[in-house]
Protein backbone atom coordinates (compact mmCIF):
# COMPACT_ATOMS: atom_id res chain seq x y z
CA UNK A 1 0.00 0.00 0.00
CA UNK A 2 1.76 3.45 -1.04
CA UNK A 3 1.83 5.61 1.99
CA UNK A 4 -0.87 7.89 2.66
CA UNK A 5 0.20 11.75 1.84
CA UNK A 6 0.57 13.46 4.98
CA UNK A 7 -1.59 15.85 6.11
CA UNK A 8 -0.65 19.64 5.51
CA UNK A 9 1.09 21.02 8.78
CA UNK A 10 -2.13 22.82 10.85
CA UNK A 11 -1.00 26.18 11.99
CA UNK A 12 -3.92 25.95 14.85
CA UNK A 13 -3.25 24.22 18.14
CA UNK A 14 -5.30 21.32 18.37
CA UNK A 15 -7.17 21.34 21.47
CA UNK A 16 -9.49 17.98 22.14
CA UNK A 17 -11.47 20.57 24.83
CA UNK A 18 -15.48 19.52 23.86
CA UNK A 19 -14.04 15.71 24.51
CA UNK A 20 -12.21 16.60 28.18
CA UNK A 21 -15.97 17.81 29.14
CA UNK A 22 -17.26 14.49 27.83
CA UNK A 23 -15.17 12.56 30.36
CA UNK A 24 -17.09 13.86 33.09
CA UNK A 25 -20.78 13.30 32.43
CA UNK A 26 -21.74 12.32 36.15
CA UNK A 27 -20.10 15.59 37.64
CA UNK A 28 -21.88 19.00 38.10
CA UNK A 29 -18.93 20.78 38.44
CA UNK A 30 -17.25 21.70 35.09
CA UNK A 31 -14.28 19.47 33.90
CA UNK A 32 -11.03 20.49 34.53
CA UNK A 33 -8.97 20.59 31.33
CA UNK A 34 -6.48 17.68 31.11
CA UNK A 35 -2.95 18.39 31.89
CA UNK A 36 -0.18 19.25 29.67
CA UNK A 37 1.93 16.67 27.28
CA UNK A 38 4.47 17.99 30.11
CA UNK A 39 2.96 16.30 33.12
CA UNK A 40 3.08 13.30 31.93
CA UNK A 41 6.76 11.99 32.28
CA UNK A 42 7.73 12.11 28.55
CA UNK A 43 11.13 13.10 27.46
CA UNK A 44 11.83 15.81 25.59
CA UNK A 45 12.01 14.14 21.86
CA UNK A 46 8.75 12.86 22.12
CA UNK A 47 7.19 16.07 23.30
CA UNK A 48 8.79 17.75 20.63
CA UNK A 49 7.06 15.09 18.17
CA UNK A 50 3.62 16.03 19.92
CA UNK A 51 4.07 19.87 19.60
CA UNK A 52 5.45 19.19 16.18
CA UNK A 53 1.63 17.27 15.51
CA UNK A 54 0.32 20.89 16.68
CA UNK A 55 -1.24 19.10 19.99
CA UNK A 56 -1.62 21.55 22.50
CA UNK A 57 -3.00 19.21 25.67
CA UNK A 58 -3.12 15.66 26.12
CA UNK A 59 -6.72 14.08 25.98
CA UNK A 60 -8.35 12.05 28.97
CA UNK A 61 -7.15 9.01 27.85
CA UNK A 62 -3.60 10.07 27.30
CA UNK A 63 -3.51 11.87 30.72
CA UNK A 64 -5.22 9.16 32.93
CA UNK A 65 -3.26 5.98 30.43
CA UNK A 66 -0.02 7.40 29.70
CA UNK A 67 1.30 7.31 33.38
CA UNK A 68 0.02 4.12 34.35
CA UNK A 69 1.95 2.82 30.80
CA UNK A 70 5.10 4.33 31.68
CA UNK A 71 5.07 2.61 35.14
CA UNK A 72 4.90 -0.60 32.60
CA UNK A 73 1.32 -1.81 34.05
CA UNK A 74 -1.26 -3.54 31.94
CA UNK A 75 -3.62 -1.21 30.20
CA UNK A 76 -7.38 -1.62 29.88
CA UNK A 77 -8.11 1.68 28.14
CA UNK A 78 -11.62 2.72 26.71
CA UNK A 79 -12.67 6.15 25.30
CA UNK A 80 -14.21 7.41 22.95
CA UNK A 81 -13.72 7.45 18.84
CA UNK A 82 -11.28 9.85 17.84
CA UNK A 83 -10.17 11.15 21.58
CA UNK A 84 -6.56 9.96 20.47
CA UNK A 85 -5.99 6.63 21.89
CA UNK A 86 -3.06 6.01 19.14
CA UNK A 87 -0.80 8.14 21.01
CA UNK A 88 -2.13 7.36 24.64
CA UNK A 89 -0.20 3.53 23.55
CA UNK A 90 2.20 4.94 21.22
CA UNK A 91 3.80 7.47 23.63
CA UNK A 92 4.85 5.01 26.33
CA UNK A 93 5.72 2.55 24.37
CA UNK A 94 8.32 4.55 22.58
CA UNK A 95 9.59 6.40 25.84
CA UNK A 96 10.48 2.61 27.00
CA UNK A 97 11.91 0.50 24.39
CA UNK A 98 14.90 0.74 23.61
CA UNK A 99 16.08 2.13 19.95
CA UNK A 100 19.17 0.38 19.48
CA UNK A 101 17.74 -3.06 20.56
CA UNK A 102 16.38 -6.29 19.07
CA UNK A 103 13.72 -6.41 16.52
CA UNK A 104 10.33 -6.38 17.27
CA UNK A 105 9.77 -4.90 20.73
CA UNK A 106 6.45 -3.60 20.80
CA UNK A 107 3.53 -5.39 18.22
CA UNK A 108 0.19 -3.78 17.48
CA UNK A 109 -2.60 -5.50 16.02
CA UNK A 110 -5.05 -4.09 13.71
CA UNK A 111 -8.27 -5.68 12.59
CA UNK A 112 -7.79 -4.16 8.91
CA UNK A 113 -5.11 -3.38 6.70
CA UNK A 114 -5.95 0.07 6.25
CA UNK A 115 -6.38 0.62 10.21
CA UNK A 116 -2.55 -0.58 10.83
CA UNK A 117 -1.22 1.66 7.82
CA UNK A 118 -2.42 4.62 9.49
CA UNK A 119 -1.50 3.69 13.18
CA UNK A 120 1.77 3.07 11.87
CA UNK A 121 2.02 6.29 10.18
CA UNK A 122 0.96 8.39 13.26
CA UNK A 123 3.53 6.31 15.35
CA UNK A 124 6.41 7.06 13.08
CA UNK A 125 5.01 11.28 13.37
CA UNK A 126 5.45 10.10 17.30
CA UNK A 127 8.99 8.74 16.63
CA UNK A 128 10.43 11.55 14.52
CA UNK A 129 12.77 12.56 16.91
CA UNK A 130 13.88 9.29 17.69
CA UNK A 131 15.56 6.50 15.69
CA UNK A 132 12.75 4.19 15.96
CA UNK A 133 11.71 2.49 13.08
CA UNK A 134 8.19 1.64 12.74
CA UNK A 135 6.61 -1.10 9.47
CA UNK A 136 3.34 -2.24 8.77
CA UNK A 137 2.65 -5.64 7.90
CA UNK A 138 -0.83 -6.52 6.57
CA UNK A 139 -2.59 -8.67 3.66
CA UNK A 140 -2.41 -7.75 0.40
CA UNK A 141 0.69 -5.77 0.09
CA UNK A 142 3.64 -7.01 -1.42
CA UNK A 143 5.70 -9.94 0.52
CA UNK A 144 8.48 -8.09 -1.13
CA UNK A 145 8.26 -4.75 0.70
CA UNK A 146 7.50 -6.31 4.06
CA UNK A 147 11.00 -8.51 4.12
CA UNK A 148 12.53 -5.10 2.36
CA UNK A 149 11.38 -3.67 5.74
CA UNK A 150 11.94 -6.42 8.35
CA UNK A 151 15.45 -6.61 7.41
CA UNK A 152 15.96 -2.98 8.72
CA UNK A 153 14.73 -4.90 12.12
CA UNK A 154 12.07 -2.35 13.08
CA UNK A 155 11.12 -2.48 16.70
CA UNK A 156 8.17 -1.39 16.14
CA UNK A 157 5.30 -3.44 14.42
CA UNK A 158 1.81 -3.10 13.54
CA UNK A 159 0.39 -6.21 11.92
CA UNK A 160 -3.09 -7.58 10.75
CA UNK A 161 -2.79 -10.63 12.46
CA UNK A 162 -2.56 -12.76 9.23
CA UNK A 163 -0.19 -11.99 7.85
CA UNK A 164 2.16 -11.29 10.84
CA UNK A 165 1.11 -15.16 11.08
CA UNK A 166 2.72 -16.02 7.80
CA UNK A 167 5.49 -14.22 8.80
CA UNK A 168 6.32 -15.86 11.89
CA UNK A 169 5.52 -18.92 10.23
CA UNK A 170 8.13 -18.52 7.23
CA UNK A 171 10.24 -17.57 9.85
CA UNK A 172 10.92 -14.06 8.83
CA UNK A 173 9.86 -12.63 11.93
CA UNK A 174 10.47 -13.68 15.36
CA UNK A 175 8.13 -12.67 18.63
CA UNK A 176 10.55 -13.90 21.12
CA UNK A 177 11.66 -9.88 22.03
CA UNK A 178 8.39 -8.75 22.23
CA UNK A 179 8.27 -6.85 25.56
CA UNK A 180 4.99 -4.52 24.45
CA UNK A 181 1.73 -5.94 22.97
CA UNK A 182 -1.16 -3.98 21.61
CA UNK A 183 -4.37 -4.90 20.62
CA UNK A 184 -5.83 -1.78 18.86
CA UNK A 185 -9.70 -2.03 18.97
CA UNK A 186 -9.45 -4.58 21.21
CA UNK A 187 -13.03 -6.01 21.71
CA UNK A 188 -12.70 -6.78 18.08
CA UNK A 189 -9.50 -8.48 18.13
CA UNK A 190 -10.68 -10.91 20.59
CA UNK A 191 -14.34 -11.60 18.96
CA UNK A 192 -14.81 -15.26 16.92
CA UNK A 193 -13.60 -13.83 13.80
CA UNK A 194 -10.12 -12.82 15.34
CA UNK A 195 -9.21 -14.72 18.51
CA UNK A 196 -7.58 -17.85 17.70
CA UNK A 197 -4.87 -15.92 15.28
CA UNK A 198 -4.37 -13.08 18.54
CA UNK A 199 -4.11 -16.05 20.70
CA UNK A 200 -1.57 -17.63 18.42
CA UNK A 201 0.40 -14.56 18.30
CA UNK A 202 0.56 -13.71 21.60
CA UNK A 203 1.75 -17.47 22.77
CA UNK A 204 4.90 -16.66 21.08
CA UNK A 205 6.00 -13.71 22.63
CA UNK A 206 7.19 -13.20 26.33
CA UNK A 207 4.61 -13.67 29.13
CA UNK A 208 6.93 -11.04 30.98
CA UNK A 209 5.35 -8.73 28.34
CA UNK A 210 3.27 -5.61 29.14
CA UNK A 211 0.16 -5.83 27.28
CA UNK A 212 -2.48 -2.88 26.68
CA UNK A 213 -6.31 -3.18 24.95
CA UNK A 214 -7.65 -0.17 23.77
CA UNK A 215 -11.49 0.56 22.09
CA UNK A 216 -14.12 2.58 21.75
CA UNK A 217 -16.25 0.04 23.03
CA UNK A 218 -15.17 -2.50 25.73
CA UNK A 219 -18.36 -4.85 26.60
CA UNK A 220 -18.03 -7.03 29.42
CA UNK A 221 -16.72 -9.91 27.79
CA UNK A 222 -13.67 -8.62 26.89
CA UNK A 223 -12.71 -7.21 30.16
CA UNK A 224 -12.76 -10.58 31.71
CA UNK A 225 -11.16 -12.34 28.98
CA UNK A 226 -8.37 -9.69 29.05
CA UNK A 227 -7.35 -11.50 31.57
CA UNK A 228 -5.91 -14.34 30.01
CA UNK A 229 -3.55 -12.15 28.53
CA UNK A 230 -2.73 -9.31 31.49
CA UNK A 231 -1.54 -8.99 34.44
CA UNK A 232 -3.12 -7.10 37.12
CA UNK A 233 -4.52 -4.57 34.39
CA UNK A 234 -5.69 -1.24 35.44
CA UNK A 235 -8.61 -0.12 33.27
CA UNK A 236 -9.05 2.99 32.19
CA UNK A 237 -12.29 4.36 31.24
CA UNK A 238 -13.08 7.64 30.06
CA UNK A 239 -16.42 7.82 28.55
CA UNK A 240 -18.60 7.01 31.10
CA UNK A 241 -22.30 7.81 30.25
CA UNK A 242 -21.94 7.39 26.57
CA UNK A 243 -19.38 6.24 24.03
CA UNK A 244 -20.81 8.66 21.34
CA UNK A 245 -19.06 12.07 21.80
CA UNK A 246 -21.49 14.53 22.33
CA UNK A 247 -20.96 16.70 18.90
CA UNK A 248 -22.73 14.26 17.06
CA UNK A 249 -26.31 14.72 15.65
CA UNK A 250 -27.72 11.41 15.08
CA UNK A 251 -31.06 11.19 13.26
CA UNK A 252 -32.93 7.81 11.45
CA UNK A 253 -35.07 8.18 8.50
CA UNK A 254 -38.00 5.58 7.72
CA UNK A 255 -37.88 4.15 3.87
CA UNK A 256 -39.35 1.49 2.52
CA UNK A 257 -37.04 -1.17 1.15
CA UNK A 258 -38.06 -0.32 -2.38
CA UNK A 259 -37.40 3.92 -1.37
CA UNK A 260 -34.00 3.49 0.30
CA UNK A 261 -31.85 4.70 -3.09
CA UNK A 262 -34.41 7.35 -3.96
CA UNK A 263 -34.06 8.69 -0.15
CA UNK A 264 -30.46 8.22 0.00
CA UNK A 265 -29.88 10.01 -3.05
CA UNK A 266 -31.83 12.78 -2.20
CA UNK A 267 -30.11 12.61 0.69
CA UNK A 268 -26.48 13.66 -0.65
CA UNK A 269 -27.99 15.81 -3.53
CA UNK A 270 -28.23 18.17 -0.14
CA UNK A 271 -24.97 20.07 -0.52
CA UNK A 272 -24.61 20.43 3.69
CA UNK A 273 -24.13 16.65 3.60
CA UNK A 274 -20.52 17.74 2.12
CA UNK A 275 -18.28 14.33 2.65
CA UNK A 276 -20.37 11.44 3.67
CA UNK A 277 -19.47 7.91 4.56
CA UNK A 278 -22.32 5.38 3.45
CA UNK A 279 -22.09 2.38 5.12
CA UNK A 280 -23.88 -0.77 3.57
CA UNK A 281 -23.59 -4.40 5.84
CA UNK A 282 -22.73 -6.64 2.83
CA UNK A 283 -19.84 -6.34 0.24
CA UNK A 284 -22.74 -7.18 -2.24
CA UNK A 285 -24.78 -4.57 -1.34
CA UNK A 286 -21.89 -2.27 -1.23
CA UNK A 287 -21.40 -3.04 -4.94
CA UNK A 288 -25.01 -2.54 -5.66
CA UNK A 289 -25.77 0.48 -4.76
CA UNK A 290 -22.43 1.68 -5.91
CA UNK A 291 -23.55 0.97 -8.73
CA UNK A 292 -26.89 2.57 -8.56
CA UNK A 293 -25.77 5.99 -7.34
CA UNK A 294 -22.75 6.07 -10.30
CA UNK A 295 -26.21 5.59 -12.28
CA UNK A 296 -27.79 8.56 -10.72
CA UNK A 297 -24.53 10.49 -11.62
CA UNK A 298 -23.02 10.77 -7.41
CA UNK A 299 -19.93 11.22 -6.89
CA UNK A 300 -18.91 7.84 -5.17
CA UNK A 301 -16.15 5.12 -4.75
CA UNK A 302 -16.81 2.17 -2.75
CA UNK A 303 -14.52 0.60 -0.36
CA UNK A 304 -14.75 -3.55 0.45
CA UNK A 305 -12.46 -6.68 1.35
CA UNK A 306 -13.40 -8.06 -2.14
CA UNK A 307 -11.18 -5.46 -4.04
CA UNK A 308 -7.76 -6.04 -4.56
CA UNK A 309 -5.35 -3.75 -2.38
CA UNK A 310 -4.59 -1.21 -4.77
CA UNK A 311 -8.39 -0.70 -5.32
CA UNK A 312 -8.78 -0.07 -1.91
CA UNK A 313 -5.71 1.97 -1.26
CA UNK A 314 -7.27 4.10 -4.56
CA UNK A 315 -10.59 4.57 -2.93
CA UNK A 316 -9.67 5.39 0.45
CA UNK A 317 -6.90 7.64 -0.60
CA UNK A 318 -9.07 9.49 -3.07
CA UNK A 319 -12.00 10.01 -0.12
CA UNK A 320 -9.42 11.28 2.55
CA UNK A 321 -7.81 13.73 0.12
CA UNK A 322 -11.70 14.81 -0.64
CA UNK A 323 -11.32 13.72 -4.18
CA UNK A 324 -14.53 12.50 -4.11
CA UNK A 325 -17.27 12.92 -1.78
CA UNK A 326 -18.73 9.71 -1.07
CA UNK A 327 -17.63 6.76 0.12
CA UNK A 328 -19.31 3.47 0.22
CA UNK A 329 -17.88 0.65 2.64
CA UNK A 330 -18.55 -2.11 4.93
CA UNK A 331 -17.58 -2.27 7.92
CA UNK A 332 -14.07 -2.55 6.58
CA UNK A 333 -14.11 0.90 7.25
CA UNK A 334 -16.35 1.15 10.77
CA UNK A 335 -13.35 0.87 13.18
CA UNK A 336 -10.49 2.90 13.74
CA UNK A 337 -10.19 5.04 10.44
CA UNK A 338 -9.05 8.70 11.05
CA UNK A 339 -10.15 11.25 8.14
CA UNK A 340 -10.27 14.35 8.65
CA UNK A 341 -12.91 16.17 6.67
CA UNK A 342 -16.30 13.76 6.90
CA UNK A 343 -19.77 15.46 7.97
CA UNK A 344 -21.45 12.70 7.36
CA UNK A 345 -22.23 9.16 8.00
CA UNK A 346 -24.89 7.18 6.46
CA UNK A 347 -26.18 4.07 7.81
CA UNK A 348 -27.58 2.63 4.16
CA UNK A 349 -27.67 -0.64 6.61
CA UNK A 350 -28.58 -0.49 9.94
CA UNK A 351 -25.25 -2.03 11.59
CA UNK A 352 -26.01 -5.72 13.41
CA UNK A 353 -24.86 -4.38 17.02
CA UNK A 354 -25.04 -1.36 18.94
CA UNK A 355 -20.91 -1.65 19.13
CA UNK A 356 -20.32 -1.23 15.21
CA UNK A 357 -22.74 1.24 15.57
CA UNK A 358 -20.75 3.26 18.03
CA UNK A 359 -17.69 2.97 15.51
CA UNK A 360 -19.20 3.77 12.32
CA UNK A 361 -20.58 6.79 13.53
CA UNK A 362 -17.56 7.14 15.34
CA UNK A 363 -15.78 8.47 11.63
CA UNK A 364 -17.27 11.66 12.30
CA UNK A 365 -16.97 14.19 14.72
CA UNK A 366 -13.49 13.38 15.10
CA UNK A 367 -11.23 15.35 17.69
CA UNK A 368 -13.83 18.01 19.05
CA UNK A 369 -15.55 18.31 15.54
CA UNK A 370 -19.32 18.56 14.76
CA UNK A 371 -20.68 15.42 12.24
CA UNK A 372 -24.12 13.97 11.83
CA UNK A 373 -25.16 10.35 11.57
CA UNK A 374 -28.25 9.53 9.11
CA UNK A 375 -29.44 5.92 9.69
CA UNK A 376 -31.89 4.86 7.46
CA UNK A 377 -34.60 2.12 8.55
CA UNK A 378 -37.21 -0.18 7.26
CA UNK A 379 -40.38 0.16 9.62
CA UNK A 380 -39.67 -3.01 11.15
CA UNK A 381 -35.94 -2.26 12.28
CA UNK A 382 -37.33 0.14 14.81
CA UNK A 383 -36.69 -2.36 17.07
CA UNK A 384 -32.12 -2.16 16.36
CA UNK A 385 -32.73 2.05 16.44
CA UNK A 386 -33.82 1.38 20.28
CA UNK A 387 -31.77 -1.04 20.84
CA UNK A 388 -28.73 1.09 19.89
CA UNK A 389 -30.69 4.08 21.78
CA UNK A 390 -30.27 1.95 24.73
CA UNK A 391 -26.67 0.33 24.45
CA UNK A 392 -25.61 4.23 23.63
CA UNK A 393 -27.72 5.83 26.40
CA UNK A 394 -28.64 8.64 23.53
CA UNK A 395 -31.51 9.72 21.56
CA UNK A 396 -31.61 9.21 17.62
CA UNK A 397 -34.13 11.68 16.37
CA UNK A 398 -36.70 10.14 14.12
CA UNK A 399 -37.67 12.57 10.77
CA UNK A 400 -39.55 11.64 7.60
CA UNK A 401 -38.28 12.40 4.59
CA UNK A 402 -40.46 15.39 3.63
CA UNK A 403 -38.33 16.68 6.46
CA UNK A 404 -35.26 16.12 5.15
CA UNK A 405 -34.18 18.82 3.10
CA UNK A 406 -35.27 21.50 5.54
CA UNK A 407 -33.58 19.90 8.40
CA UNK A 408 -29.87 19.18 6.87
CA UNK A 409 -29.98 22.65 5.81
CA UNK A 410 -30.59 23.82 9.92
CA UNK A 411 -27.76 21.46 10.86
CA UNK A 412 -24.95 21.98 9.56
CA UNK A 413 -21.83 20.53 10.72
CA UNK A 414 -19.13 22.97 11.37
P1 LIG B 1 -8.93 7.07 18.51
O1 LIG B 1 -7.97 5.95 18.32
O2 LIG B 1 -9.24 7.37 19.94
O3 LIG B 1 -10.18 6.94 17.70
P2 LIG B 1 -6.89 8.61 17.15
O4 LIG B 1 -5.73 8.11 17.92
O5 LIG B 1 -7.09 8.07 15.77
O6 LIG B 1 -8.25 8.41 17.99
O7 LIG B 1 -6.82 10.19 17.13
C1 LIG B 1 -7.80 10.98 16.49
C2 LIG B 1 -7.17 12.26 15.94
O8 LIG B 1 -6.81 13.14 17.01
C3 LIG B 1 -5.89 11.99 15.16
O9 LIG B 1 -5.88 12.82 14.01
C4 LIG B 1 -4.79 12.38 16.13
O10 LIG B 1 -3.63 12.79 15.44
C5 LIG B 1 -5.45 13.52 16.89
N1 LIG B 1 -4.96 13.71 18.27
C6 LIG B 1 -4.49 12.76 19.11
N2 LIG B 1 -4.15 13.30 20.31
C7 LIG B 1 -4.42 14.62 20.22
C8 LIG B 1 -4.27 15.74 21.14
N3 LIG B 1 -3.80 15.56 22.36
N4 LIG B 1 -4.64 16.95 20.70
C9 LIG B 1 -5.13 17.13 19.44
N5 LIG B 1 -5.29 16.13 18.54
C10 LIG B 1 -4.93 14.89 18.91
MG1 LIG C 1 -7.99 4.21 17.30
Redesign the pocket.
Given at each position: MAPRPRRPFRPQP???LPLSSAAHTAGTEPAPPPPP?EALGLSEDLLGA?RD???????P??ARAIPIALQGRDVVGQ?????????AFGLPILERLDPAGPAVQALILCPTRELAV?VSE?LTRLAAHRQAGVLAIFGGDPMSRQLTGLRQHPPIIVATPGRLLDHVQRGSLTLSAVRFAVL?EADRMLDMGFAPDVERILRQTPSARQTML?S?TMPEWVRRLASRYMRDPVTVSISGGTELVPQVRQWYIEASWADKVDALTKILDSPEVRIGLIFTETKRNADLLHVALLARGVDVTVLHGDLSQKERDEALTRFRESRVRFLIATNVAAR?L?I?DITHVINYDVPSTPEEYVHRV?RTA??GREGMALTLITPIEILKVRDIEKHTRTAIERHTMDELDQLLQSAVPA
Open positions: RTLFVMGFERSTIQAQTGSGKTAQEDFAGDEGRA
